[in-house]
T-cell receptor, first 116, second 115 residues
């Protein structure tokens, strides 16, 4: 069965520090997608990135970067030079081909607190 | 255009009462999902609708939970005989099924409190 583990329940950093949020997944499928979502205090989940299992290239978007490593089943998320507005709960999620990508399996989330 | 909307935003009910939660997906999105977010439990999948196909109900925690989707658009999640453990935020999401990578757009959620 599929599973997503976010071992860090809460991380506190000071503004401008870099921070990495860990995500480890389990799946029997060879074809799957990985996602990161951000949930700010307002509560609405915001899509950040999607990665398919055949593309291990790391991706950078502004201050955000993602490191996908199939060898360790990890899809870690790094925020460079963190800002107070980055404070939120971040969820990693997985969808699999054998379910027709019909559902997302989420990790329990990592709460990031960025203080000034 | 408009995003996914949910109503009510907050619902307080007494144990044993029935509640209905509503979701309006993004216009044109054929897939609709319900999730539950409880403290310490993360986000749990409840049910999935895709077009006119039979829904995937595999995530519903008990037979007190049901959902329907009328006309391929609006969906209602019904919880009968609510229990205190049903207290959670219920999130709805929709996606355009033409996109196989299944990016889901989430609504703001309904916070349900069962006293």
């Amino acid at each position: 069965a599929q599973k997503v583990t976010q071992a860090q329940t809460e991380i506190s950093v000071v503004e401008k520090e870099d921070v990495t949020l860990d995500c480890v997944y389990e799946t029997r499928d060879t074809t799957y997608y990985l996602f990161w979502y951000k949930q700010p205090p307002s509560g609405e989940l915001v899509f950040l990135i999607r990665r398919n299992s055949f593309d291990e290239q790391n991706e950078i978007s502004g201050r955000y970067s993602w490191n996908f490593q199939k060898s360790t089943s990890s899809f870690n998320f790094t925020i460079t030079a963190s800002q107070v507005v980055d404070s939120a709960v971040y969820f990693c999620a997985l969808s699999e081909a054998n379910s027709g990508y019909s559902t997302l399996t989420f990790g329990k989330g990592t709460m990031l607190l960025v203080s000034p | 255009g408009a995003g996914v909307s949910q109503s009510p935003s907050n619902k307080v009910t007494e144990k044993g009462k029935d509640v209905e939660l509503r979701c309006d997906p993004i216009s044109g999105h054929t897939a609709l999902y319900w999730y539950r977010q409880s403290l310490g439990q993360g986000l749990e999948f409840l049910i999935y609708f895709q077009g006119n196909s039979a829904p995937d109900k595999s995530g519903l925690p008990s037979d007190r939970f049901s959902a329907e989707r009328t006309g391929g658009s609006v969906s209602t999640l019904t919880i009968q005989r609510t229990q205190q453990e049903d207290s959670a935020v219920y999130l709805c999401a929709s996606s355009n099924r033409d996109r196989p990578n299944n990016e889901q757009f989430f609504g703001p959620g309904t916070r349900l409190t069962v006293l």
